[in-house]
C-alpha cells in the first residue's frame, strides 16, 4: 500500500478525535469511539453496493415467505459477504437525512445498528458502540463524528472514488485497511502510556517468520492448509501469512487454493477488530475466538499445518492457574508430558512454568496442536514464536521451563532460534528470539539446533515509535533465510564468506 495514503487517513481520523471529541471524552477515550466507527465505516462501504439487493430480499423473506426470523443464506447471497445490514439506512444517508435533532438521528442510527447480522451484532457488544452513539448523541457530537467519516475528501471504501475536487482517490484494500487499525492501535496505546506493542507486531519481524515458517518448504505445501494464533490480537500474523503464500506475485506462489485462518484473542476490543478484518476478507469468522486461551483448549483435538504466534511475555498467569492446575496436580493435558527417567523409563512430567510468565504455556499450546507426519500428511506441523530470553535461561532443572525445554529438544522439535536486534518492538527495548519449530525436520537438520544471531542486522529509524529505534530490511530478511537453509557454520575469520557481516551462526546437537 502508498504510505502517503496510508498516512493521510491515518492523519484524518486521528484528528477526528481533537475536532469532535475533545471537550466529550477525555484523551484516554478517544479510542472507544474511534476504533469502532471505522469498523463501522469499513462494513458499511463494502455493503453499499449491495444494499438495494438486501432491500429486496428483505421483502422477500417477510412479505412473500412470511418468514419470522431472517434467512441467513439468502441475506448473505444477496450482500456477497458473511455478513448483511436489513435496515434502511446506510451511514451515508443517516448523514444526508439528518435535521438538528440529535435524538432523532440516534434513534436512526440504533435502527441501522440493529439491522445487522449476529455476527457483526457481537462486535457491536465488544466496543459498547450503542453506549458510545448515545453518548455523542447527548452531548451533540454523534453528527459531527457521522460528517466526518463519511467525508467525500476520504476514501475508508474498497472502491476507487473522486473527492469533491475531482481527483482521484485510491481504493483502500483489504491488507491497507489492517495497517490503517493497527496504526492507530498502535498510536492510541502510546498515547494512554499503554504497552504500545501489545496488540502489535512489527510487519518485517511477521515477515522473517513467515519467510521462515513457508519458504524451506514451499513446494510441498498442500492445496488446503489451516494457520493458527493462539494469541492474534488484530490478526496480523494469519493476515501476513495467507498473503504470503496466497499472493500470486509473491516470492514463493504456492499453488495453496484455501487458507483457513484460526485464532484466539483475550482483549475484547482486539478480537472485535480482528474478527471483524476476517468478516471483511470473506473468512469464517467463527474460528476467531474471544478469552482466554491458556484457561480453555479452544480447539481442543484439532491440528494446524503452521503456527505463528507472539504471545506476552513476562506476563503473569496466575488467574488462570485454576483451570490447569488442581493444588499440586496438572489437569490440562496441554500441559503434562512425559519424560525419560533415569533408567530410560518414560513418566509423567508438568510443563508449566512459573505463574509470573506464561509464554511457555502459549508454545506448548502450539505443541499440543501440532500434526503427526501420516501419508496423508507428509509436511506434519511448523510453528514461529516469539519469546524474550526466559525461556531460554530461568526454571531450576526439573521444574517447569527445565522440562518444556527438555521435552522439545528431546523430541528433536526445535529447528532454529534466532536473536533478533534490540528495540525491534514498540513495547520493549529488550532481547527477544523468534523460535522456530518443526515435527519433520529434513535429514540434515535432524538432531541439531541451529543457532543464528542477527542482534547487529537493523537498520536505524529517522524517529523511534515507542521503544523501537531500528527495523530489519528486505535484505536482512533474505541474509538471515539463507544462513536459516543453508544450515552452515560460518568462518568468523573470512567474513566475506558469510552470509552476512554480522550475522553469526551456530548449530548444537542434540545428545541423545
Known amino acids: 500500500m502508498n504510505h502517503a495514503v496510508h498516512n493521510k487517513l491515518v492523519s484524518f481520523i486521528w484528528s477526528i478525535a481533537d475536532d469532535c471529541l475533545r471537550d466529550v471524552y477525555v484523551r484516554g477515550k478517544y479510542r472507544d469511539v474511534i476504533l469502532p466507527m471505522v469498523v463501522l465505516r469499513r462494513l458499511d462501504a463494502l455493503l453499499e453496493p449491495t444494499k438495494q439487493h438486501v432491500l429486496e430480499e428483505v421483502q422477500f423473506q417477510k412479505e412473500t415467505m412470511k418468514f419470522t426470523a431472517w434467512d441467513d443464506k439468502g441475506m448473505t447471497a444477496a450482500s456477497k459477504y458473511v455478513f448483511y445490514n436489513t435496515s434502511e439506512w446506510t451511514l451515508q444517508s443517516l448523514h444526508a437525512s439528518a435535521t438538528n435533532s440529535q435524538q432523532i438521528l440516534l434513534g436512526n442510527f440504533e435502527d441501522y445498528l440493529n439491522g445487522f447480522s449476529a455476527n457483526v451484532q457481537e462486535i457491536i457488544e465488544m466496543f459498547k458502540l450503542r453506549a458510545q452513539i448515545k453518548h455523542m448523541a447527548n452531548k451533540?457530537?454523534?453528527?459531527?463524528?457521522?460528517?466526518?467519516?463519511?467525508?467525500?475528501?476520504?476514501?475508508?471504501?474498497?472502491?476507487?472514488?473522486?473527492?469533491?475536487?475531482?481527483?482521484?482517490?485510491?481504493?483502500?484494500?483489504?491488507?491497507?485497511?489492517?495497517?490503517?487499525?493497527?496504526?492507530?492501535?498502535?498510536?492510541f496505546n502510546e498515547e494512554n502510556n499503554e504497552e504500545a506493542g501489545e496488540h502489535y507486531t512489527p510487519r518485517e519481524v511477521i515477515d522473517l517468520m513467515t519467510h521462515l515458517v513457508f519458504?524451506?518448504?514451499?513446494?510441498?505445501?498442500?492445496?488446503?492448509?489451516?494457520?493458527?494464533?493462539?494469541?492474534?490480537?488484530?490478526?496480523?500474523?494469519?493476515?501476513?501469512?495467507?498473503?504470503?503464500?496466497?499472493?500470486?506475485?509473491?516470492?514463493?506462489?504456492?499453488?495453496?487454493?484455501?487458507?483457513?485462518?484460526?485464532?484466539?484473542?483475550?482483549?475484547?476490543?482486539?478480537?472485535?477488530?480482528?474478527?471483524?478484518?476476517?468478516?471483511?476478507?470473506g473468512k469464517d469468522p467463527e474460528h476467531i475466538k474471544v478469552g482466554s486461551t491458556l484457561s480453555t483448549n479452544e480447539f481442543a483435538g484439532t491440528k494446524f499445518d503452521f503456527m505463528l504466534s507472539n504471545p506476552p511475555y513476562g506476563k503473569s498467569w496466575a488467574s488462570e492457574q485454576k483451570y490447569i492446575k488442581d493444588g499440586k496436580d496438572v489437569i490440562d493435558n496441554r500441559f503434562l508430558i512425559k519424560l525419560k527417567n533415569y533408567w530410560g523409563e518414560e513418566e509423567d512430567a508438568e510443563a508449566v512454568p512459573r505463574s509470573s510468565d506464561g509464554q511457555l504455556l502459549f508454545l506448548m499450546e502450539m505443541v499440543d496442536k501440532m500434526k503427526a507426519i501420516t501419508s496423508k500428511n507428509k509436511i506434519g506441523s511448523r510453528i514461529a514464536s516469539v519469546h524474550n530470553g526466559s525461556s531460554l535461561f530461568t526454571g531450576d532443572a526439573g521444574g517447569g521451563e527445565?522440562?518444556?525445554?527438555?521435552?522439545?529438544?528431546?523430541?528433536?522439535?526445535?529447528?532454529?532460534?534466532?536473536?533478533?536486534?534490540?528495540?525491534?518492538?514498540?513495547?520493549?527495548?529488550?532481547?527477544?528470539?523468534?523460535?522456530?519449530?518443526?515435527?519433520?525436520?529434513?535429514?540434515?537438520?535432524?538432531?541439531?539446533?541451529?543457532?543464528?544471531?542477527?542482534?547487529?542486522?537493523?537498520?536505524?529509524?529517522?524517529?523511534?515509535?515507542?521503544?523501537?529505534?531500528?527495523?530489519?530490511?528486505?535484505?536482512?530478511?533474505?541474509e538471515i533465510l539463507k544462513c536459516y537453509l543453508n544450515l552452515r557454520e560460518l568462518d568468523k575469520k573470512k567474513p566475506e564468506i558469510s552470509a552476512a557481516r554480522f550475522l553469526k551462526m551456530q548449530t548444537l546437537d542434540i545428545i541423545k
Open 140 to 187: 451533540d457530537v454523534l453528527l459531527d463524528v457521522l460528517e466526518k467519516f463519511t467525508s467525500p475528501d476520504i476514501n475508508l471504501t474498497p472502491f476507487e472514488k473522486l473527492d469533491t475536487a475531482g481527483r482521484k482517490m485510491p481504493a483502500l484494500t483489504n491488507l491497507g485497511m489492517g495497517y490503517v487499525f493497527e496504526e492507530l492501535i498502535r498510536k
Open 215 to 281: 519458504e524451506p518448504i514451499k513446494d510441498k505445501i498442500p492445496s488446503v492448509i489451516t494457520i493458527y494464533d493462539p494469541a492474534c490480537g488484530t490478526g496480523g500474523m494469519l493476515t501476513e501469512s495467507e498473503n504470503f503464500i496466497t499472493d500470486p506475485e509473491g516470492e514463493i506462489k504456492a499453488k495453496t487454493t484455501s487458507v483457513y485462518m484460526f485464532g484466539k484473542e483475550v482483549n475484547d476490543e482486539t478480537y472485535a477488530i480482528c474478527k471483524s478484518d476476517m468478516m471483511i476478507k
Open 402 to 478: 527445565s522440562n518444556i525445554r527438555r521435552y522439545i529438544i528431546e523430541n528433536d522439535l526445535l529447528d532454529v532460534i534466532i536473536q533478533l536486534p534490540n528495540n525491534i518492538f514498540y513495547n520493549t527495548g529488550i532481547t527477544t528470539y523468534i523460535w522456530m519449530l518443526s515435527n519433520n525436520k529434513p535429514a540434515p537438520r535432524k538432531g541439531k539446533v541451529q543457532l543464528i544471531d542477527a542482534s547487529e542486522m537493523y537498520q536505524k529509524l529517522r524517529k523511534n515509535l515507542g521503544n523501537k529505534n531500528c527495523e530489519l530490511t528486505k535484505q536482512h530478511i533474505q
